[in-house]
């Protein structure tokens, strides 16, 4: 995947090779895929969706998908791509929240569709630790959205408490 930023001990960094792919119907690869949750459901042989086994196929979350669902392929799951069809959408946000906070998701959260620098901050409090920035923006741009605000003053996935519960040290 093109334009991708992952972040690293808490460093953002560029990824030059990512195998991930996003799915697409005329496309004809054995590359690594992204999978809508109806596909991904389709290819997966019994032993992943019984959650005894690692799917080779990551899974796209798209706008409508509820992530309470997929609470039991979530140990299967090598990657979840949150899609954004507008950066005016913000169910996205909400979806990384809950994946991160009450269903208790560690792995890569990649968001994908219409990313830009201004959302990336706000991204990574809401958990995200993958950002794949739309094509026509620059990566070396969307770098400095990382750096966000300075003080955070409510809750998020990555720091649960909230300003007045840190203390004078945080």
């Known amino acids: 995947m093109n334009n991708l930023i992952r972040l690293s001990d808490g460093q953002a960094l560029i990824v030059a090779d990512d195998p991930w ?5 005329n ?3 054995d590359a690594a895929l992204i999978l809508p949750l109806q596909q991904w459901r389709e290819r997966q042989p ?4 019984a959650g005894q086994a690692i799917s080779r196929d990551a899974l796209l979350l798209q ?3 509820d992530p309470e669902t997929l609470q039991p392929w979530l140990a299967s799951l090598p990657l979840i791509a949150i899609d954004f069809p ?3 959408d913000g169910r996205g946000y909400s979806q990384a929240y809950l994946l991160r ?3 208790g998701w560690r792995g ?6 219409d990313v830009l620098r201004d959302q990336l901050a706000h991204m990574r409090q809401c958990g995200f630790d993958a ?3 739309r094509a026509d923006k620059s990566l070396t741009d969307a770098l400095k959205g990382l750096a966000g605000l300075s003080v955070l003053y409510g809750r998020s996935a990555i720091e649960p408490r909230p300003l007045f519960r840190r203390g004078r040290s945080s």
Request: a neutral charge; aromatic letters at 10%.
């Open 63 to 65: 706008a409508n998908d």
């Open 131 to 133: 950002f794949a920035v």
């Open 86 to 88: 507008s950066f005016r």
């Open 108 to 113: 890569e959260l990649r968001a994908v569709g």
């Open 27 to 29: 496309l004809v690869t």
């Open 46 to 49: 019994a032993a992943v969706l």
């Open 101 to 103: 906070t009450r269903l």
């Open 21 to 25: 792919q996003l799915y697409d119907a």
